[in-house]
């Protein structure tokens, strides 16, 4: 089921959701800020911010039961692996019910807005589990996806005398090939041994792109062009 709204749409779906005390509509509202961890931005007491981008960002939610909701402002809690939504400003709040994916906009060079999109519901593999989300950077019969997840550490920053709490960004890359998740390393040798069975054809794509192994879209490419053989 598919069901797209416009954010002042939406707010009348919110209104509508207190009265059915949360029976429906996929939302739930907050009891607080605090309780979300949103309050002034950051957590209390910690450096740096738990969320992929640190204002909301406009975007979409597809729930596990396939209902769509869109024209949202989301923000998505890396600590927590969890998004949150805002009809109203700073008003933070909870979907009900699973997510299976999401998208977030991002604006490039000031004026390039691209889509980052976020799924859920792959095998649980290498510490994450069937709920974790990972960005998706290649679609087609085998995916690269990334997964990036935040710690709270205590650690002394430069210039710094005693320790103190600090976000900490953890970065894992990934194939999804005939169903299941491989971990892989952004160098060629990593690449050709999980792309073995056309190695070949890889290798001379190595030698004519120069692909940059460093470059999220290199590889998103060099994956691309591996479905296509």
Known sequence: MRNKIALSAFALVVSSFFGAEGRAQGVQLSASTQELGVFGKVYNGVKGSPFLYEDWTSGKVKLTD?????GLKLMYDQVKDEVIFSVEENNAQRFMHPIREFTMEQTVNTNLVVERTYRSGLPAFDGNTGNSFYEVLSEGNTQLLKRTFKTIVEERAPNERVPSKQMKATERYYLLKDG???KIRKD????LAALSDK?????????????NFKNEEDLAALVAYYNSL
């Open 66 to 70: 396939g209902t769509v909701y869109e």
């Open 180 to 182: 299941e998740l491989q």
């Open 199 to 211: 190695s070949s054809q890889l290798d001379q794509y190595f030698k004519s792109k120069r692909v």
């Open 188 to 191: 060629k040798k990593s690449f």
